[in-house]
């Protein structure tokens, strides 16, 4: 495999689970509900589509698993600030606690297993064109998901009636409530869909990147998805490149590092972060714009008064 | 959130009391940075206090404590074991070593060792292995399997204990292989299997074929598999992670160290106020079985291993120069333990620039 493939190929990989997580928080977060507890489903997710795997022998019901603990853990939080409309912030924050306890006892007897892995699309002749066999028909299917599910959810959101309906919560939930929209409704199915890709970004990290269980495994990457779905101003196409930005930023450093230029390695570890952040800053220049796309009623706490 | 919090109290608290109920045995409690089933550097600790169990189970008891961060919640923690009754305290982290010696000052009959630091004080011992002999071991072999002459290194980082293994790894390979290359990639983590294996798959891509880690998991070992290059384990034996591409491991094994210090401490033979830095011929430190390699580098690689055992060779031998070209040690000269324990610079043939 030449060495262009190979760079782009760990590009995708190390983005992969950044996009999955992130896309879910956009849905939620345009439905107007904070939720910071990406980086705790995350690792549920990833230990139980682990530990799935691993007693199953298939990473199809790992991949399950990880959407299901990620789905159900979101519930959790909706109950809590939905029904009970608790602090989000303070409810998110709790989860990722929850999640990162829970999932330490859970894989306790999961550690430094080989796990099974999810295996790379293979097929005949295609995978093996030059260039660009292996990136276009060879990579992870997580890959593809997390492709095809930036794409539906782009089209959810701007081209369905239920995608205006659901920002129109997130925008304003009094003037949706009394439209007779069931705001609530809306909300939980956006929660647990934004649970269910985290859950599946965990499945890509405990599946495919690293196909293993460590504790804490996720290390930080739930948070960077949050921070990519609010510095892509809650717009699907740009947290695609966000996330992309944020993994080729990475794997380049390490390459620079590798090839000795001598640049102080503590500047290129933190490359990643600056240069997501001032490209997304450049392009929300436009400050109608991000105003519009704003969640209006984010984190606001929704009762229903009749 | 309430309820949650006090579920998390309520753990810490039976973690910390569990079998408190012997009070004739003699108690030696253990403080864990990390958890103890990290796979690692915490976990190697914890197999060492379940030596201590089943050696000395019946006169003993063990008590531990996971997840302690470095700082003010340190000193909390250790404080409360010395109140409860502890004999013995080990602090199993670098970031403990204040602490530490804070809460020995308030409880003189306590005794207190404190790994890989350097302050002792009358009831306070430290401990701290050899890495750096291992890593020559594993230099050495790199150099002998390596095709492109060229190894990767993933570091966390540049504090003396990383920068004397790079030293150490690269001496061993230029050893037998004098034009011998290390890239090194610092990851700025101690723990994060992707980025540890993105590293890995930088360097493979950038030509290396063999790896090594300074970092806690498995995911570089992983990498190396699947890349079909070879690999060292770290801190464990990680050969389920690396079948065909371990070739050996450096294994931390405190078990033995610490039934000889709390035996010392029943018996009243403990001392304080030393500083315990054992090596490959103490059995603190032990290298997995050597495998997937040729039958001469593992002749050469025991070799090795048992010259630095009997003490005929050190690691850090003159002729040795400094990456600047300016001599280090001269013909026969050996570093003393103080230069390598503040080692800031790498020596000639490192293709990288120390961060400072």
């Known amino acids: 495999m030449d060495i262009f493939q190979s760079v782009l190929l760990t590009i995708a990989t190390a983005s992969t689970p950044l996009l999955l997580a992130a896309i879910g928080e956009l849905v939620v977060e345009r439905s107007g509900v904070l939720n910071l507890g990406v980086e705790g489903m995350m ?165 495919v990147y690293t196909p293993q269980w460590v504790e804490n495994m996720t290390a930080g990457r739930g948070w960077i998805a949050l921070a990519l779905v609010v510095f892509a101003s809650w717009r699907p196409w740009r947290v695609i490149g966000g996330a992309y930005l944020f993994g080729a930023v990475t794997i380049g450093q390490l390459h620079a590092q590798a090839l000795g230029f001598g640049i102080p390695s503590q500047l290129l570890s933190s490359l990643p972060y600056l240069a997501t952040i001032v490209v997304l800053v450049l392009i929300s220049r436009d400050r109608r714009l991000t105003v519009m796309n704003t969640p209006a009623s984010l984190a606001q706490p929704f009762v229903p008064d009749r | 959130m309430k309820k949650f919090l006090f579920a998390l109290t309520a753990t810490v608290a039976l973690t910390a ?150 030293n150490s790894f690269l001496l061993g390979a230029r050893s037998v292989n004098p034009d011998f290359k290390l890239k090194v990639v610092w990851v700025n983590t101690w723990f994060d299997a992707g980025k540890e294996a993105d590293a890995a798959k930088a360097l493979i891509d950038q030509g290396v074929d063999v790896i090594t880690q300074h970092t806690d998991s498995t995911g570089p070992m992983q990498v190396a598999e699947e890349r079909g290059i070879k690999a060292f384990g770290q801190a464990f034996d990680q050969i389920e992670a690396g079948p065909n591409a371990q070739m050996t491991a450096i294994e931390d094994t405190w078990g033995p160290y610490y039934v000889k210090q709390i035996k010392a401490a029943m018996d009243g033979t403990w001392e304080g106020g030393k500083s315990t830095w054992d090596g490959l011929k103490d059995g603190i430190l032990s290298m997995a079985p050597y495998t997937n390699m040729p039958d001469e580098v593992k002749a050469q690689a025991e070799k090795t291993q048992a010259a630095i055992e009997s003490g005929e060779l050190h690691p850090f031998t003159g002729p040795v120069n400094k990456q600047d070209g300016t001599v280090w040690l001269k013909e026969g000269e050996v570093s003393d333990d103080g230069t390598l324990l503040g080692m800031n610079f790498y020596v000639e043939g490192v293709d990288d620039k120390l961060p400072q």
Request: charged share 15%.
């Open chain 1, 43 to 207: 690792v549920i997710g990833a230990v139980c589509a682990f530990a799935a795997a691993y007693l199953s022998g298939n990473p199809w019901i790992g991949v399950i698993a990880g959407i299901v603990a990620g789905a159900v853990l979101s519930l959790l939080f909706g109950v809590l600030a939905l029904s009970l409309a608790t602090n989000q912030v303070a409810t998110g924050l709790s989860l990722t606690l929850l999640g990162i306890g829970l999932s330490g006892m859970i894989g306790e007897n999961f550690v430094g297993r080989a796990g099974a892995r999810l295996p790379n699309l293979d097929i005949p002749v295609l995978t093996d064109l030059p260039l660009v066999g292996r990136l276009v028909f060879g990579q992870d299917p997580l890959f593809y998901v997390s492709i095809a599910l930036t794409a539906a959810v782009m089209w959810f959101l701007f081209r369905t009636r239920t995608g205006l309906t659901l920002r129109a919560i997130g925008d304003n939930h009094k003037s949706a409530h009394a439209l007779g929209i069931n705001v609530l409704k809306y909300r939980y199915l956006a929660v647990m869909f934004g649970g269910a890709c985290a859950g599946l970004a965990g499945a890509h990290l405990s599946l």
């Open chain 2, 17 to 166: 009391a569990s079998g408190a109920f012997a009070e004739d045995k003699f108690k030696a409690c253990f403080i864990y940075v990390g958890s103890k089933t990290d796979g690692g550097w915490t976990q190697a600790h914890d197999i060492g206090r379940q030596m201590v169990d089943k050696e000395l189970g019946d006169k003993v008891e063990t008590v531990f404590l996971e997840n302690v961060p470095e700082g003010p919640d340190a000193e909390r923690a250790i404080e409360r074991f010395a109140r409860s009754g502890c004999g013995i305290i080990f602090t199993t982290s670098f970031g403990f070593m204040d602490p530490t010696i804070a809460v020995a000052e308030k409880f003189p009959d306590v005794k207190f060792e404190h790994a890989t630091g350097y302050k002792t004080a009358p009831n306070v011992t430290t401990y701290n292995s050899r890495f750096y002999e291992g890593r020559y071991i594993i230099g050495q072999i790199a150099g002998e399997v390596s095709k492109t002459g060229v190894a990767g290194y993933i570091a966390s980082f540049p504090i003396p204990e990383v920068v004397m293994g790079i």
